[in-house]
Each structure stands twice: as C-alpha cells, then as structure tokens.
C-alpha cells in the first residue's frame, strides 16, 4: 500500500548477509565489472516487510540457479520516510545497491530519474507492461521501472449475493448507486459500509474518484501540482458532495465513527454490509484471514461519477525495481538479466506464490492465478476497456496531511462538503509550500 495512504514500518532488517556485507553494500553498486573468473556479484535493496524479504529471497536464489556466474545478495531498507530519505541519499552519494525496489509515480520522479537512473526503454519487456504504469515509471526522456507486484484498485467492494438477491445491477452512476443503497437499505442490510476507527480509510471516497476527475480533465493533476486547480471546485468536489450525500441519506452502518477495517470487511464478508468503500487489496486481505469462504462472493466496481461515461477505476499500480547509472560493465548487464526475470514466467511464478493478488498484474507477461479472487477479473475488465486512470498520488507530489480527518468531518455530517473541500485545498497549499513546489 502506498506510504500516501498509511505509514510503513521503519526498523532495519537484513536478510541473507552478514554484519560484514551490510558494511560493503553501500559500496558495491558503484564498482562496473565482475571478477577474474567470469563471476559477477551484484547487490539488490528491497523493503523490509516480511512479503518483500521473502520474495527478494526467492526471486534471487531462482535467478541464480538460471544464472550460475551471477551472485546477487539481498540488502534490506527501512519503509516510510525514513527509506525514502535513504534511497535518495544514497542515489545522490553513487552508493545505491544494483537493483533496487522502490515506489513509482511522484515518489519515483522525486528521485531525479533522468539523471539518476539507467534508462531501460530498449528492454524487451518494457512493451509488455501496461499504459497506466508507463506513465508512473517513466519520463518523457525514458523508462526506469519493471513493475514487482500486482497493482490494486480503490473503489467499491461489494456483496455479491446481497446484489443478486436484491436484484440489483452494479452501479454505473451516482445516482443508480444511491437507488441501489435505497433499496439496500429497505431490505435491513447496510448499504454503505464506513470505518473511521482506522481513520486512513475515510480518504476512499475521494481517493478513489480521482480516476473520475481525470476523465473529464486529464490536465488536473498536473494543475492541481501547479496550484491551477482545487478540490472546491470544478470535477474534484464530487468526492466531497458524494461523501456527504451518502452520510446525509443515512446510508452507513450505525457504528462508521468507531468501526474498523477489520470489522467492516467481516461485515461486508457476512452480508450485514452490501458496499465498502476500499482498496482491493485491503478488503481482500482482510476476508481471506476473517471470512476465507466469503472470498467469492466480494465483487469490486469503480467509484461511480455523475455520469457513467465519466465512471473509471482509480488504480494504484506496483512499485518497480530499478538500476542506479552508477551500475556499470558486467554488473549492469547482470542487474538487467534480474530485472527481466522478475518478470520471466518463473519470476511471475514467484510473485503469485508470495503475494496475494488485490488486482492484476501491470505487465503482460505475468497473470493471476487461477484460483484469485473474483474481483480481480472485475479490475482487470476496467482496464482491458481502457476505463483505468493511476491514482492521484502517482501523478502529483501534493497531499494534505489531514484529508483523513477532514473526510471524516463530511462523512459524519461536521462539514459540508464545500467547507470540507476548501479546508483541504488549505491543507495542502502548506504540503506545497514545504516541498517547494513553484506556483504556491
């Protein structure tokens, strides 16, 4: 999940190396050949989330079997602003590792890519991947990431049972998503379920309408980046208006102020709720340890717009791995092949083996498994139909620190949704103005 939405852990861990390589690794990207013998030995830095160790773990001992002369060794990184600041540092320093895992979209154009990444455009594997992470992992001058991971969605997770015994189609509008909660609503089930207890998860509503926004604008982020466009006006207030609609209709579960993400997705998995406002990947996480049987009936459309032709999935598309241009001769040649196999169809294997899909793959050359959940075929249709845009975050740098507790404040009925909606636009002109954007 992105570090915009909820913070990561921040402790250090090191996986597969001694003390004594830890003190090396720094060093080790900016040498350019392999040794006397033909062997070349190359580092990759990854989070250190278990999901990731395990994965770097696996990823690395099957390239090597494929690949006898290369020896990789895994290095591990904090998450959260304190990784951030490390990868930038040692970018900046010549010190990064060969290969690294790290974020796409503006945490990734944050890091200078142009002059301090390997461009990786003539790769066979770059026309495989799809639009929306091209544009997160790209500048206009090249390509710098191959995706690791499946992307997930932000939109509306739904009971599928509870639609089908209701008679209700998926809502393709707002107001056919309000006619749909109406009804829901009648028939005793919540329609709308709400969980402020984890406050992070207040923000969907709004996240997830951005891909909405940029269909009928495809201009806005980059205005909104240049203080040309706001929240209180214009495609972006729907998210707010839409908020307090639903709050205003008493469409959400009795207990919104206090429940959390843990209980709405068993209330969702039970039928007690019919739709929750979500990421995939959460909502999926969350029933596969609560409710694993409940896993097939969970559907997932996109946020509904005003107007169906403008209704389009908010994508959150994976982080990449990427090779520092301090990577030179032989090591760069050897981060290349790795780069490719995490990709290759055993690199895939090893994906899907370690992760549980939230969504699909964002390059052609890997799938889901056959056994994924159901929703994920419902994301993919949205982005096989080109009915996909990548999330705010991925195409602007600016995000208030406190649009958690200002949804809160509309969705509870403390705020209209224009105050709602102005407090934010204040709220991340001081974000702008500490990231020394231009225009603020």
């Known amino acids: ?46 989070t250190n989330g278990d999901d990731s160790i ?31 600041n490390l990868v930038k540092t040692q970018l900046s320093t010549g010190e990064m590792d060969d290969v690294f895992f790290y974020n796409t979209g503006s945490l990734f154009q944050a890091l200078n890519p142009d002059q301090t990444l390997a461009n990786l455009a003539d790769e066979s594997w770059v026309s495989e991947v799809t639009d929306n992470f091209k544009t997160v992992a790209s500048t206009d001058n090249g390509t710098y990431g191959a995706p ?20 209700i189609s998926v809502p393709t509008d707002w107001s056919s998503l309000v006619a749909a909660a109406e009804k829901i609503k009648a028939a005793g089930i919540t329609p709308i379920e709400q969980t402020y207890g984890d406050t992070w998860t207040s923000q969907l509503f709004l996240l997830a309408d951005f891909g909405n926004v940029r269909t009928q604008d495809e201009n806005w982020a980059d205005d909104f ?39 709405g997705s068993a209330a969702l998995a039970a039928g007690k709720a ?35 032709a403008n209704t389009t999935l908010t994508v959150w598309e994976p982080s990449a791995v990427y090779i520092p241009k301090t990577t030179e001769g032989a090591k760069l040649d050897a981060a290349k092949k790795f780069v490719a196999f995490v990709n290759s169809p055993e690199g895939c294997d090893i994906q899907n083996a370690n992760y549980v899909a939230g ?14 959940a159901p929703m994920v075929a419902e994301i993919q249709k949205y ?14 740098p600016v995000k208030g620190p406190n649009l958690e507790n200002i949804a809160i404040s509309v969705g509870s009925g403390i705020s209209s949704a224009q105050d709602g909606a102005a407090a934010y636009d204040d709220d991340v002109k001081k974000q702008a103005q500490q990231l020394g954007l231009a225009g603020w």
Do not use: W
């Open 54 to 84: 395990a994965t770097g773990n696996a990823l690395i001992s099957a390239f090597e079997k494929a690949n006898p002369d290369i020896t990789v060794t895994l290095n591990t990184r904090p998450g959260g602003t304190e990784g951030d």
């Open 148 to 167: 690791l991971g499946t992307s997930m969605a932000g939109g509306i997770a739904y009971n599928t049972k509870v639609f089908s015994d209701l008679g």
């Open 1 to 46: 999940m992105s570090s915009f939405i909820t913070p990561r852990r921040a402790t250090t861990v090191v996986a597969g190396v001694g003390l004594a390589a830890l003190a090396l690794a720094g060093c080790s990207g900016a040498t350019g050949g392999g040794s006397a013998d033909g062997k070349v030995e190359i580092t990759y830095l990854t």
């Open 359 to 372: 969504g699909p793959f964002s390059i052609s050359s890997c799938s889901v498994p056959s056994d994924a």
């Open 274 to 308: 019919a739709m929750y406002p979500m990421l995939s990947s959460a909502v999926l996480s969350n029933i596969t340890q609560s409710n694993p049987d409940a896993v097939a009936d969970i559907g997932f459309f996109a946020m509904p717009a005003d107007k169906a």
């Open 383 to 396: 982005i096989e139909d080109g009915k996909s845009a990548p999330a705010l975050e991925f195409l602007s």
């Open 225 to 263: 980046t240049n203080n040309k466009a706001k929240f209180a006006q214009g495609p972006a207030l729907a998210g707010f208006t839409h908020l307090q609609d639903a709050f205003d209709k008493g469409l959400f579960n009795a207990d919104f102020a206090t429940a959390t993400a843990a209980e």
